[in-house]
């Protein structure tokens, strides 16, 4: 059965950093690519960064360029989210996702969510 | 940044059918089949409904489907149900000249 759970959000100051983990079961990580998606409160879905199977091929949201790091862990089927100078606007629950590449292309599975909050 | 508008909110009675619409610019819903759908109830993962424009994942109630028409996408729920009361959010990869993932605004789905 195809899990992914997220962790590691919580309470931090606006210019703070926080690290956020998705761990994976039921799949290998290397072989699919791999997005955080972001949900603020009151607000819709936002698509926030991207990593391939590989590895090799990595994009962000403008939103967040700059800030985040997105990286994956192979041993421990895990991927994280590193996440620097961190803003009010960055408040949000954080989803791992991940990405079927087809002649199409969609989210086939989503963690619950790990709750972020930036705040003094 | 391009964008899907949804409406914000939709309701209907048990057993009722109803449709949630997802326009956007051509790029986006005009490439049909990469709109997909999302069902999410607050607190929980959301789920994939509609992949492909109008396919069904395994698992997922032929009571939903998706259709097409012109430059909109649409989720039609038939026999709505009390469990389908939640958040429903269109999406579309609109990566043409730039990586890009685009939802819509969500719709709350309320079951009278």
């Known amino acids: 059965e195809v899990q992914l759970v997220e962790s590691g959000g919580g309470l931090v100051q606006p210019g703070g950093s926080l690290r956020l983990s998705c761990a994976a079961s039921?799949?290998?990580?290397?072989?699919?690519?791999m997005n955080w998606v972001r949900q603020a409160p009151g607000k819709g879905l936002e698509w926030v960064s991207f990593?391939?199977?590989?590895?090799?091929?990595?994009y962000y949201a403008d939103s967040v360029k700059g800030r985040f790091i997105i990286s994956r862990d192979t041993a421990k089927n895990s991927l994280y989210l590193q996440m620097s100078s961190l803003r009010a606007e960055d408040t949000a629950v954080y989803y791992c996702?991940?990405?079927?590449?087809?002649?199409?292309?969609?989210?086939?599975?989503w963690g619950q969510g790990t709750q972020v909050t930036v705040s003094s | 940044q391009s964008a899907l508008t949804q409406p914000a909110s939709v309701s209907g009675s048990p057993g009722q059918s109803l449709t949630i619409s997802c326009t956007g610019i051509?790029?986006?819903?005009?490439?049909?089949?990469?709109v997909s759908w999302y069902q999410h109830h607050p607190g929980k993962a959301p789920k994939l409904m509609i992949y492909e424009g109008y396919k069904r994942p395994s698992g997922v109630s032929n009571r939903f489907s998706g259709s097409k028409s012109g430059n909109t996408a649409s989720l039609t729920i038939s026999g709505l149900q009390a469990e389908d009361e939640a958040d429903y959010y269109c999406?579309?990869?609109?990566?043409?000249?730039?990586?890009?993932?685009?939802f819509g605004g969500g719709t709350k789905l309320t079951v009278l």
């Open positions: 051509s790029s986006d819903v005009g490439n049909y089949n990469l």
């Open positions: 999406c579309s990869f609109g990566g043409s000249t730039t990586f890009l993932w685009v």
């Open positions: 996702a991940r990405d079927i590449v087809e002649t199409t292309r969609y989210f086939d599975y």
């Open positions: 039921g799949f290998t990580l290397s072989s699919y690519e």
């Open positions: 990593i391939s199977g590989s590895g090799t091929t990595i």
